[in-house]
T-cell receptor, first 113, second 111 residues
Framework: GENVEQHPSTLSVQEGDSAVIKCTYS??????FPWYKQELGKRPQLIID?????GEKKDQRIAVTLNKTAKHFSLHITETQPEDSAVYFC????????????FGRGTSLIVHP | DVKVTQSSRYLVKRTGEKVFLECVQD?????MFWYRQDPGLGLRLIYF???????EKGDIPEGYSVSREKKERFSLILESASTNQTSMYLC??????????FGSGTRLTVV
């Protein structure tokens, strides 16, 4: 089955710095890669996603890149703000398969004011 | 906007009790899921369902069962609660576009 590795498990940055979270996946058939943000005490919420026919996607300060050959994808947050502090989860899904995401273990991002 | 509602935010139960966690979604999604979330372990899939009266085991089904009598409702059952089932439980639903919506979670403490 699919296996998703996420690094780092904890990331601490100063406000205004950039943050990068990386995930690798094992199943080359995976073709949809969402990212979720979970603030303390709240539900995970989808913040951005990318499909395998696209190499990069941006939404304001966040972007996701995908390298299908290397089977890794990354979340980039620029100009970080304290409200970006949260746990971020990546996931990989295979269409035509079970449609069940395989999640990474999460990255706790801390943005210091 | 899809809503996934979990009936309880916090629960405290005694060891050996039968526990029911309820989840309701309002977008006619076919797929529903139960996860538990523990620090350092991420989200682990307990059970899922593709349709009414249908259920499939996830990665950690031991000690749990589920019920899906109606499309909008998916219940997680702890037959005999144990302290190692103390955790945050998250319900989720999805349609055919892969979009996943989570409930707010139920923090269960078994004493």
């Amino acid at each position: 089955g699919e296996n998703v590795e996420q690094h780092p498990s904890t990331l601490s940055v100063q406000e205004g710095d950039s943050a990068v979270i990386k995930c690798t996946y094992s199943d080359s058939a995976s073709n949809y890669f969402p990212w979720y943000k979970q603030e303390l005490g709240k539900r995970p919420q989808l913040i951005i996603d990318i499909r395998s026919n696209v190499g990069e996607k941006k939404d304001q300060r966040i972007a996701v890149t995908l390298n299908k050959t290397a089977k890794h994808f990354s979340l980039h947050i620029t100009e970080t703000q304290p409200e970006d502090s949260a746990v971020y989860f990546c996931a990989a899904i295979t269409s035509g398969g079970s449609y069940i995401p395989t999640f990474g273990r999460g990255t706790s991002l801390i943005v210091h004011p | 906007d899809v809503k996934v509602t979990q009936s309880s935010r916090y629960l405290v139960k005694r060891t050996g009790e039968k526990v029911f966690l309820e989840c309701v979604q309002d977008m006619d999604h076919e797929n529903m899921f139960w996860y538990r979330q523990d620090p350092g372990l991420g989200l682990r899939l307990i059970y899922f369902s593709y349709d009414v009266k249908m259920k499939e085991k996830g990665d950690i089904p031991e000690g749990y069962s589920v019920s899906r009598e109606k499309k909008e409702r998916f219940s997680l059952i702890l037959e005999s609660a144990s302290t190692n089932q103390t955790s945050m439980y998250l319900c989720a639903s999805s349609g055919y576009n892969y979009g996943y919506t989570f409930g707010s979670g139920t923090r269960l403490t078994v004493v």
